[in-house]
């Protein structure tokens, strides 16, 4: 016992746990503003998906470090092989060709990919020597393990969550020791890469997407109103916001997507200034949280596991609030336990648990030693 408090429970996070939670009560309330002053649809659901999915991450805290190594590939495998049958059996929805229908749910496989791709390649470069780090044996494998799954998702199509495999994957390759040389290079490829892409690589509505955010006022009923009416609803919230429910962009229907990819513009009209502040607040403590647990990890695996789960969240986050400001073009990617959606919340709430896991190691770490 730790003073009138159970040591398991005690020994938790909650410098992380009690401001997710805030996080999610938030979003509920954000939500349930969206539906119109009713928990159903999307509140009441967005509590249970969080419930069942922190059941899920309280169990993945308790793996062994030998039996996450042991499960990593085939894991991959079966991820892998799920987003073939997106391809070859996947139901539609929005244009885009992205879920498997399991009768009690729509799984995204290309949201599960994006922590299963860091977990493969720190597992990957846990396993090689570190004199093979500057070497072709080092990026030829860890491509093929981004690249073959971002091919499929790009299939599908999915631009944003193509990016965010890649984003995860760069993190884990970066802090794992490649020569910089091999970044620069890349990025130099990228950048020839990019007019390239834009013209045949990308469909219609997505190079629409790019000259909306390069100018969005030019289409402003047409291909730029996603935005737009966004920037609207976050500057009209002003300090203090509109107040609970009283959003008019949401309400009258002039918000696009009020509970899903722009859900933040819905926070911003209703709670203003304070309201951003205290969500971003909220994130930059889980994500500095996510980044002392990888810090304080001893051995590569965890500690290149931790840095790259915290990577994708804040990909998550910094994508989400750059788009619904017009920073960045519509991509797609939801704001992470606010946005109503099953697979997104699934995917964070993945990643909160390969963090738990890899605290409890090193929690346990000089225990260990003692043996």
């Known amino acids: 016992m730790t003073g009138f408090v159970p040591e398991p429970i005690a020994r938790q996070p909650w410098q992380m746990l009690i401001p997710l939670f805030l996080l999610i009560a938030f979003g509920a309330a954000v939500l349930h503003s969206a539906a119109g002053g009713s928990m159903d649809p999307f509140a009441s659901s967005h509590l249970i998906r969080f419930a069942v999915f922190l059941v899920m991450a309280v169990i993945m805290s308790q793996f062994g470090r030998e039996l996450v190594k042991f499960m990593t590939y085939p894991v991959y495998g079966i991820v892998f092989l799920l987003l073939v049958a997106v391809e070859v059996m996947g139901t539609l929805g929005g244009g885009s060709q992205r879920w498997l229908d399991l009768g009690f749910?729509?799984?995204?496989?290309?949201?599960?990919?994006?922590?299963?791709?860091?977990?493969?390649?720190?597992?990957?470069?846990?396993?090689?020597?570190?004199?093979?780090?500057?070497?072709?044996?080092?990026?030829?494998?860890?491509?093929?393990?981004?690249?073959?799954?971002?091919?499929?998702?790009?299939m599908q199509p999915d631009l944003g969550t193509a990016l965010a495999i890649a984003f995860g994957g760069a993190i884990v390759m970066f802090l794992a020791g490649l020569p910089m040389r091999w970044f620069l290079a890349a990025g130099g490829a990228g950048a020839i890469a990019v007019p390239l892409a834009f013209f045949f690589g990308l469909q219609e509505y997505q190079q629409r997407r790019v000259t909306t955010f390069l100018d969005p006022e030019s289409d402003p009923l047409g291909a730029g109103y996603h935005i737009t009416q966004s920037k609207i609803a976050i500057g009209s919230g002003g300090i203090n916001g509109k107040g609970f429910s009283q959003g008019s962009q949401s309400h009258l229907n002039y918000l696009p997507e009020p509970h899903t990819d722009f859900?933040?513009?819905?926070?911003?009209?209703?709670?203003?200034?304070?309201?951003?502040?205290?969500?971003?607040?909220?994130?930059?403590?889980?994500?500095?949280?996510?980044?002392?647990?990888?810090?304080?990890?001893?051995?590569?695996?965890?500690?290149?596991?931790?840095?790259?789960?915290?990577?994708?969240?804040?990909?998550?986050?910094?994508?989400?609030?750059?788009?619904?400001?017009?920073?960045?073009?519509?991509?797609?990617?939801?704001?992470?336990?606010?946005?109503?959606?099953?697979?997104?919340?699934?995917?964070?709430?993945?990643?909160?648990?390969?963090?738990?896991?890899?605290?409890?190691?090193?929690?346990?770490?000089?225990?260990?030693?003692?043996?």
Not at 115 to 136: E, K, N, Q, S
Not at 145 to 154: E, K, R, S, T, Y
Request: with cysteine; net charge positive.
């Open 105 to 154: 749910m729509r799984l995204q496989p290309s949201e599960v990919m994006k922590p299963v791709v860091v977990l493969a390649l720190a597992r990957f470069y846990d396993t090689l020597p570190v004199g093979m780090i500057p070497t072709w044996r080092a990026l030829i494998p860890a491509g093929v393990l981004i690249g073959l799954p971002m091919a499929l998702v790009l």
């Open 263 to 371: 859900v933040f513009a819905t926070m911003a009209e209703e709670w203003g200034l304070i309201g951003g502040i205290f969500v971003i607040g909220v994130f930059a403590i889980i994500l500095r949280w996510g980044w002392s647990v990888a810090r304080a990890s001893e051995d590569r695996f965890a500690r290149l596991l931790a840095a790259g789960l915290t990577a994708t969240i804040f990909f998550y986050v910094a994508i989400n609030l750059m788009m619904v400001m017009g920073l960045a073009p519509v991509v797609g990617i939801p704001l992470p336990f606010m946005s109503h959606g099953g697979s997104s919340m699934m995917t964070n709430m993945i990643c909160i648990g390969g963090l738990l896991m890899v605290n409890r190691w090193n929690r346990e770490a000089p225990r260990r030693r003692l043996m």
